[in-house]
């Protein structure tokens, strides 16, 4: 898409480049913008890269639960730290 950022036109190439679908909802497209932007540049491109290595049918073989429209349903907060309870 032309209204996308540099970044988010390279994820696009690179995404359909590996994959030629996306498996992920958001889109591994917009998904590497949020990620940069809620972590920051370098932890946001590992974090994308991640994310783009399990984006295709071997990356998410096991993956049993898929929702109704046929995707992961998987956003920024599955990345975030979760912190312990206390008394734990």
């Known amino acids: 898409p032309d209204s996308l950022s540099a970044l988010?036109?390279?994820a696009?190439?690179?995404n359909r480049q590996l994959t030629g679908e996306c498996?992920?909802?958001p889109e591994c497209y917009l998904f590497v913008?949020?990620?940069i932007k809620e972590f920051g540049i370098l932890p946001g491109l590992v974090i994308t890269t991640d994310r783009l290595t399990r984006c295709s049918r071997i990356g998410t073989a096991s993956r049993h639960h898929f929702s109704d429209?046929?995707?992961v349903h998987e956003g920024v907060?599955?990345?975030r730290v979760?912190?312990?309870k206390e008394g734990r």
Request: cysteine-free; proline content about 0%; hydrophobic content about 30%.
């Open 8 to 10: 988010g036109r390279a």
């Open 12 to 14: 696009v190439k690179v």
């Open 23 to 25: 498996w992920y909802e």
């Open 33 to 35: 913008g949020q990620a």
């Open 69 to 71: 429209d046929g995707k």
């Open 77 to 79: 907060e599955a990345y």
């Open 82 to 84: 979760r912190k312990k």
